[in-house]
């Protein structure tokens, strides 16, 4: 099956250092990648959706400054937490989709998690 | 966004069935409904979706109600491995993906 590469799977930072956080597709063009945030205990919440070559799009309250994404192919995309801070600590996962959909599952990858000191 | 319901939390027992429930009762006409589950410290993976009729595949069963508004995902001989947070959610034409707070599967032995 399709498979997303995730890369780091765990990284620690001083505070104010910036930290980027790449997603793979293996084997399929991701039009769309989707990234998310995840807090101990709590689910995920999407940060924001990247289609290759536009903008990001990004949920309410996601400062797209603080939080720079980039979908520069169809296989790769990019998040880097500029000047993290603790409470930027969190556990990061990204999703992609191919072209076909609602009726499509979506593949994630293992996560990264990123710890603030 | 059409919302999902879905219990807390749920218990079974090794090797018996789970019916883990969901209500949707916002659904639109073309929504999927998807199930992913959630190992600690790993990123969602994918069990099962459908539209209208009932699905089945090699990890569970997805029984979708005849007027939409509620389905069951079926693990038929939960395992140990099968502990995890499922989740249910919509997934509509514009393809974002949302998640609820899930049902978090205990499984004893």
């Known amino acids: 099956g399709a498979v997303v590469s995730q890369h780091p799977s765990w990284v620690i930072c001083k505070s104010g250092t910036s930290v980027k956080i790449e997603c793979r597709s293996l084997d399929f063009q991701a039009t769309t990648m989707f990234w998310y945030r995840q807090f101990p205990k709590q689910s995920l919440m999407l940060m924001a959706t990247s289609n290759e070559g536009s903008k990001a799009t990004y949920e309410q309250g996601v400062e797209k400054d603080k939080f720079l994404i980039n979908h520069a192919s169809l296989t790769l995309s990019t998040l880097t937490v500029t000047s993290a801070h603790p409470e930027d600590s969190s556990f990061y996962i990204c999703?992609?989709?191919?072209?076909?959909?609602?009726?499509?599952?979506?593949?994630f990858g293992s996560g990264t998690q990123l710890s603030v000191l | 966004d059409a919302k999902t319901t879905q219990p807390n939390s749920m218990e079974s027992n090794e090797e018996e069935p789970v019916h883990l429930p969901c209500n949707h009762s916002?659904?639109?006409?073309?929504?999927?409904i998807h199930w992913y589950r959630q190992l600690p410290s790993q990123g969602p993976e994918y069990v099962i979706h459908g539209l209208t009729s009932n699905v089945n595949n090699r990890m569970a069963s997805l029984a979708i109600a005849e007027d939409r508004k509620s389905s069951t995902l079926i693990l038929h001989r939960a395992t140990l491995r099968d502990a995890a947070v499922y989740y249910c959610?919509?997934?509509?034409?514009?393809?974002?993906?949302?998640f609820g707070a899930g049902t978090r599967l205990t499984v004893k032995p």
């Open positions: 999703s992609a989709r191919g072209i076909l959909g609602a009726n499509e599952k979506l593949f």
């Open positions: 916002t659904i639109s006409g073309t929504d999927y």
């Open positions: 959610i919509l997934r509509a034409h514009n393809n974002d993906m949302r």
